[in-house]
């Protein structure tokens, strides 16, 4: 089954590399909100350069955290596990309770020091 450009399009443009646009800095001061807009909802990134000279990135948060700053293994794997015990709907107070509960049972046993 053939799918239509439009579907195909969407797909791609999920997984597509943002794309950098070289811009001025007076550009980027007069149109701040539209550039900004761009950036979180077209996933744009913005080279500002001033006299031709690059000086500042101006990437989305959710950008920079999977170029930069990427979610370890090991976090992924907890996060992973917290979904399928369907712990990722927890409120703060059911979390503030269950540590309570954990530092109450913590309390109730001895600790155990090994002898020397």
């Not at 800095?25 to 996933?43: D, E, H, S, W, Y």
Request: aromatic share 4%; net charge positive; proline share 5%.
């Amino acid at each position: 089954m053939r799918q239509s450009k439009s579907a195909i399009a969407g797909k791609r443009q999920k997984k597509s590399t943002p794309i950098t646009n070289v811009i001025s800095a007076l550009t980027a001061r007069t149109q701040f909100g539209q550039i900004l807009r761009r950036v979180r909802q077209k996933n744009e990134r913005f080279l500002i350069d001033r006299r031709g000279e690059p000086q500042a990135i101006l990437v989305s948060i959710n950008d920079y955290i999977d170029t930069f700053a990427p979610t370890p293994a090991w976090l992924k794997a907890i996060g992973a596990e917290a979904k399928r015990k369907c712990l990722n709907r927890l409120t703060m107070k059911q979390i503030d309770a269950e540590i309570a509960a954990a530092r109450r049972e913590r309390r109730k046993t001895p600790a155990v020091h090994p002898a020397k």
